[in-house]
T-cell receptor, first 111, second 114 residues
Framework: QKEVEQDPGPLSVPEGAIVSLNCTYS??????FMWYRQYSRKGPELLMY????GNKEDGRFTAQVDKSSKYISLFIRDSQPSDSATYLC???????????FGTGTRLKVLA | SAVISQKPSRDICQRGTSLTIQCQVD?????MFWYRQQPGQSLTLIAT?????????ESGFVIDKFPISRPNLTFSTLTVSNMSPEDSSIYLC???????????FGQGTRLTVV
C-alpha cells in the first residue's frame, strides 16, 4: 500500500463547477499536508499548506484535512480553464522535509 | 518564495554517459533536495543536499549513481551517472527555508536517455 494514494483521473468538469480533489494516506504520523499544482512541462507550484486537521482557505481554494479518516481534500470553487493541470497532494511528518507525494490527479476544466 | 533556476531544462543523452544538472536559488536556503518524477509515478525524493558535506540519500538511491554537490547555500548539482533508458525522467530541485515549512520546486530537467 502506498503511503499517499490519489486517483490519477483525468477529471473533466465544466467551467464554473466546484472541483473536489482527494487523497488518502496511511501514516498516522503525518502532520503537514500540501497541495501542489503542476502545469505540463513545469515544476510543481505550492498551492496550499496545512498543519494537522482542519480547513484552510485561500481565494477559490480550500484545503481540508481529516486526520481521523486520513483523508485530505482540495476544493476549487468557480473552476476556470486555467485551473487545468495536475494536482499533487503531499504529506510529511513533523521535523522532516521528506514529503511523500501522491501520483497526482489530472484536472481538465472545459470552457 | 525563493526563485529556483534549473539547467538544463531538458536533454537527450546517450546511454552510458553522465549528465550534471544545476540548481541555483536566488537567496540562501536551509535545505535543498533532489526529486525524480517518472511518468505516471509520484515524485520521489532522491537525496538531501547538505552544504559542505555528503548528501543524504534515500533508500534505493546511491552516491555512485547520483553524486550531489552543494558548495554553498544557493547552489547544488545532481549528476546522473552511467545513464540507461530507465533514468529517463524529470529531475527536480526543491528548497525549503526554516524548519517544518513548505518546499518549493524548480521547473525541472526533462531527461531522455537513448
Amino acid at each position: 500500500q502506498k503511503e499517499v494514494e490519489q486517483d490519477p483521473g483525468p477529471l473533466s468538469v465544466p467551467e464554473g463547477a466546484i472541483v473536489s480533489l482527494n487523497c488518502t494516506y496511511s501514516n498516522s504520523a503525518f502532520q503537514y499536508f500540501m497541495w501542489y499544482r503542476q502545469y505540463s512541462r513545469k515544476g510543481p507550484e505550492l498551492l496550499m499548506y496545512t498543519y494537522s486537521s482542519g480547513n484552510k482557505e485561500d481565494g477559490r481554494f480550500t484545503a481540508q484535512v481529516d486526520k481521523s479518516s486520513k483523508y485530505i481534500s482540495l476544493f476549487i470553487r468557480d473552476s476556470q480553464p486555467s485551473d487545468s493541470a495536475t494536482y499533487l497532494c503531499a504529506a510529511t511528518t513533523s521535523g522532516t522535509y521528506k514529503y511523500i507525494f501522491g501520483t497526482g490527479t489530472r484536472l481538465k476544466v472545459l470552457a | 518564495s525563493a526563485v529556483i533556476s534549473q539547467k538544463p531544462s531538458r536533454d537527450i543523452c546517450q546511454r552510458g554517459t553522465s549528465l550534471t544538472i544545476q540548481c541555483q536559488v536566488d537567496s540562501q536556503v536551509t535545505m535543498m533536495f533532489w526529486y525524480r518524477q517518472q511518468p505516471g509515478q509520484s515524485l520521489t525524493l532522491i537525496a538531501t543536499a547538505n552544504q559542505g558535506s555528503e548528501a543524504t540519500y534515500e533508500s534505493g538511491f546511491v552516491i555512485d549513481k547520483f553524486p550531489i554537490s552543494r558548495p554553498n547555500l544557493t547552489f547544488s548539482t545532481l549528476t546522473v551517472s552511467n545513464m540507461s533508458p530507465e533514468d529517463s525522467s524529470i529531475y527536480l530541485c526543491s528548497v525549503g527555508q526554516g524548519l517544518y515549512t513548505e518546499a518549493f520546486f524548480g521547473q525541472g530537467t526533462r531527461l531522455t536517455v537513448v
